[in-house]
């Protein structure tokens, strides 16, 4: 569904993907894991188009996209739950929920998901008219999650949704996750809890300064010793 | 007489003497003492000024609000509305009235092509290219009116009189141009309220990378924007005309206020426009009646600055688009 071939990208002068490789098939909820700064959520801004690449090729459903502006990204149905949120903190949460449904077939259905979304997040529902930026760090991530769905996505990216949350908004959060795949979306994600997210996820990557080092399947990783000794502190 | 403490005015002084400058002062605490009549008049004139101000403001802090672009052609954007009601009612001899909307569509469509050609290019470079290149946009096209219209002060046509009411006297043409800034401030505001567009540029202007994860072609919404920032000129200048002579040079003066009332107000936001164009307006007013020559456009920048030193924010804090 989706393909990174010799993906390079970064900020300014300063080079931050030294080519990356990876894909995503239709359906599968995928994995990317590493350290700070190894380049996850570079890789995730690029894919959406907020970076551009610098070489190489984004491949969607066999189109290449890297070319092509945040918006129309969003409209082949790929969709981001941005690590620092990025919400309209000026805008109700209404507004922000409104403001996730932009293309034509996620306006079609914007009632009907909105719906959905209220009662998915009970606390959002509750919060309805309340300034998003003046919502705590767990509502806001919430609402950063519900504002993605509404975009009806057919990819959602998520760049650590579970940052900042108590333990038992971690499993909400990857409760929703599941429960969206389950309705036929396919699922990117980079998170912190990596054993949580490896036991979720069909595949997984490793990234380390800019490259994939390791791709195996979720289980596979959760063994590997290294893995469990880089990343799961044991 | 009340006392007054003179430290409170400190005005460098050449020539003339202090009580140039603390005689109004008396004269205005006394007429507020005693309730005249003037203050009245002078506050219908404030209100009938300021009104326009705000709009004259509007279009200014709504671009900056969503691209980070002081626009510099803000002013000759303003000149453009008042030459064209003037041509539409002058060489067409239709009612300036009708020439209104004319002039925002044209502003409209002119601010579109100024974004594209001008501020598109170099929007993502350092804040001060894109302000000398719309000041190169504001000298170009103020002369390129002044060759084809000549410099010479114009004036649209229109005998519309005065009102009387208790005692207060309203000059119709200005109560009509405060009445058409007030319904279009309305209008904007229920725009960016409630319609679907008008909350994209609300996002926008919250949020640049938020707008573009949830998939808003900002690109599109830039150029709208400035295309309606430049319509709100349009419609300020065409009223603005329907009171006052003007000349390719006009905008200038209300270039500026429009400034400090942006800054005054808070850069980006509606409500500061609004309360900002009627503090202004005020001071223009009152300073205007009891100072001597310009004093009072000294106030204005005394404010101006001012607020930079104190509340650089403004008083609404730019949290409104
Ligand atoms: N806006 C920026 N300008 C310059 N360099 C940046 C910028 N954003 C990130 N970087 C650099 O790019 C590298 C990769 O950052 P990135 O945010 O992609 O890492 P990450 O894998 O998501 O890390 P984390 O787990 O901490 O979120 C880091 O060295 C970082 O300093
Ligand atoms: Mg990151």
């Given at each position: 569904?989706?393909?990174?071939?010799?993906?390079r990208?970064?900020?300014?002068?300063?080079?931050?993907?030294?080519?990356?490789?990876?894909?995503?098939?239709?359906?599968?909820?995928?994995?990317?894991?590493?350290?700070?700064g190894?380049?996850k959520?570079?890789?995730m801004?690029?894919i959406?188009?907020?970076?551009?690449?610098?070489?190489?090729?984004?491949?969607?459903?066999?189109e290449?996209?890297?070319?092509?502006p945040?918006?129309e990204?969003?409209?082949r149905?790929?969709?981001?739950?941005?690590?620092?949120r990025?919400?309209?903190t000026?805008?109700?949460?209404?507004?922000?929920?409104?403001?996730?449904?932009?293309?034509?077939?996620?306006?079609?259905?914007?009632?009907?998901?909105?719906e959905?979304?209220?009662?998915?997040?009970?606390?959002?529902?509750?919060?309805?008219?309340?300034?998003?930026?003046?919502?705590?760090?767990g509502?806001?991530q919430?609402?950063t999650?519900?504002?993605?769905?509404?975009?009806?996505?057919d990819?959602l990216?998520?760049?650590?949704p579970s940052?900042?949350l108590?333990?038992?908004?971690?499993?909400?959060?990857?409760?929703?996750?599941?429960?969206?795949h389950s309705?036929?979306v396919?699922?990117?994600?980079?998170?912190?809890?990596v054993?949580?997210?490896l036991?979720?996820?069909?595949?997984?990557?490793?990234?380390?300064?800019?490259r994939?080092?390791?791709?195996?399947?979720g289980?596979?990783?959760?063994?590997?010793?290294?893995i469990?000794?880089a990343?799961?502190?044991? | 007489?009340p006392?007054?403490?003179?430290?409170?005015?400190?005005?460098?002084?050449?020539g003339?003497?202090?009580?140039r400058?603390?005689?109004?002062?008396?004269?205005?605490?006394t007429?507020?003492?005693?309730?005249?009549?003037?203050?009245?008049?002078?506050l219908?004139?404030?209100?009938?000024?300021?009104g326009?101000?705000?709009?004259?403001?509007?279009?200014?802090?709504?671009?900056?609000g969503?691209?980070d672009v002081?626009?510099?052609?803000?002013?000759?954007?303003?000149v453009?509305?008042?030459?064209?009601?003037?041509?539409?009612?002058?060489?067409?001899?239709?009612s300036?009235?009708?020439?209104?909307?004319?002039?925002?569509?044209?502003l409209?469509?002119?601010?579109?092509?100024v974004?594209?050609?001008?501020v598109?290019?170099?929007l993502?470079?350092?804040?001060q290219?894109q302000?000398?290149?719309?000041?190169?946009?504001?000298?170009?096209i103020?002369?390129?009116?002044?060759?084809?219209?000549?410099?010479?002060?114009?004036?649209?046509?229109?005998?519309?009189?005065?009102l009387?009411?208790?005692?207060?006297?309203?000059?119709?043409g200005?109560?009509?141009a405060?009445i058409?800034?007030l319904?279009?401030?309305?209008?904007?505001?229920?725009f960016l309220?409630?319609t679907?567009?008008?909350?994209?540029?609300?996002?926008?202007?919250?949020?640049?990378?938020?707008?573009?994860?949830?998939?808003?072609n900002?690109?599109?919404?830039?150029?709208?924007?400035?295309?309606?920032?430049?319509?709100?000129?349009?419609?300020a200048?065409?009223?603005?005309?329907?009171?006052?002579?003007?000349?390719?040079f006009?905008g200038?003066?209300?270039?500026i206020?429009?400034?400090?009332?942006v800054?005054?107000g808070?850069?980006?936001?509606?409500?500061?426009?609004?309360v900002?164009?009627?503090?202004?307006?005020?001071?223009?007013?009152f300073?205007?009646?009891y100072?001597?020559?310009?004093?009072?456009?000294?106030?204005?920048f005394?404010?101006f600055i001012?607020?930079l030193?104190?509340?650089?924010?403004g008083?609404?804090?730019?949290?409104?688009?």
């Amino acid at each position: 569904m989706l393909e990174l071939s010799n993906v390079r990208a970064g900020y300014d002068e300063i080079e931050v993907l030294h080519g990356v490789d990876m894909t995503v098939g239709e359906g599968e909820i995928v994995a990317l894991i590493g350290s700070n700064g190894a380049g996850k959520t570079t890789t995730m801004r690029t894919i959406c188009g907020i970076l551009s690449a610098t070489h190489g090729t984004i491949t969607y459903r066999g189109e290449p996209i890297q070319e092509e502006p945040s918006h129309e990204i969003v409209e082949r149905g790929i969709v981001q739950v941005p690590e620092n949120r990025d919400l309209f903190t000026n805008m109700t949460v209404m507004d922000n929920l409104l403001l996730g449904a932009q293309t034509a077939d996620a306006q079609a259905k914007r009632d009907e998901t909105l719906e959905e979304m209220l009662e998915l997040f009970p606390r959002l529902a509750e919060r309805k008219s309340q300034r998003a930026g003046t919502m705590s760090g767990g509502e806001q991530q919430m609402l950063t999650l519900a504002r993605a769905l509404m975009g009806d996505p057919d990819l959602l990216i998520l760049d650590e949704p579970s940052i900042g949350l108590a333990p038992q908004l971690v499993q909400e959060v990857f409760d929703v996750v599941e429960e969206v795949h389950s309705q036929g979306v396919t699922v990117l994600m980079v998170e912190q809890n990596v054993q949580q997210t490896l036991r979720l996820a069909d595949r997984g990557y490793v990234m380390e300064n800019g490259r994939i080092t390791m791709s195996a399947p979720g289980d596979e990783l959760l063994e590997d010793d290294g893995i469990v000794e880089a990343y799961l502190g044991v | 007489m009340p006392q007054i403490d003179i430290s409170v005015v400190t005005f460098p002084l050449q020539g003339g003497g202090l009580d140039r400058f603390t005689d109004p002062l008396v004269q205005f605490l006394t007429d507020i003492a005693n309730l005249d009549a003037v203050l009245l008049q002078l506050l219908a004139f404030g209100l009938l000024l300021g009104g326009v101000y705000a709009l004259t403001a509007l279009g200014l802090t709504m671009i900056f609000g969503v691209m980070d672009v002081i626009n510099f052609a803000h002013g000759v954007f303003l000149v453009v509305g008042m030459y064209t009601v003037w041509l539409v009612s002058e060489s067409l001899g239709i009612s300036p009235f009708v020439g209104i909307p004319i002039a925002a569509v044209v502003l409209f469509v002119l601010g579109v092509v100024v974004h594209v050609l001008t501020v598109e290019p170099i929007l993502e470079a350092p804040q001060q290219n894109q302000l000398i290149a719309t000041l190169g946009v504001l000298l170009i096209i103020q002369s390129a009116i002044e060759i084809v219209f000549t410099p010479d002060p114009q004036q649209v046509q229109l005998s519309l009189g005065s009102l009387q009411v208790g005692g207060v006297f309203i000059p119709l043409g200005q109560l009509y141009a405060l009445i058409i800034a007030l319904g279009t401030m309305l209008a904007v505001r229920a725009f960016l309220n409630s319609t679907d567009l008008g909350r994209r540029i609300r996002g926008t202007a919250d949020n640049r990378d938020g707008a573009r994860y949830v998939g808003i072609n900002v690109k599109r919404i830039n150029y709208l924007t400035f295309g309606i920032g430049a319509a709100l000129a349009g419609v300020a200048g065409a009223s603005i005309a329907l009171f006052q002579r003007f000349d390719p040079f006009t905008g200038e003066t209300y270039l500026i206020n429009a400034f400090v009332i942006v800054i005054l107000g808070g850069l980006g936001s509606f409500p500061g426009a609004f309360v900002g164009g009627l503090i202004v307006g005020m001071i223009q007013v009152f300073g205007g009646y009891y100072l001597p020559g310009t004093t009072a456009q000294v106030l204005i920048f005394l404010l101006f600055i001012g607020t930079l030193l104190v509340k650089p924010e403004g008083l609404f804090g730019g949290a409104d688009a």
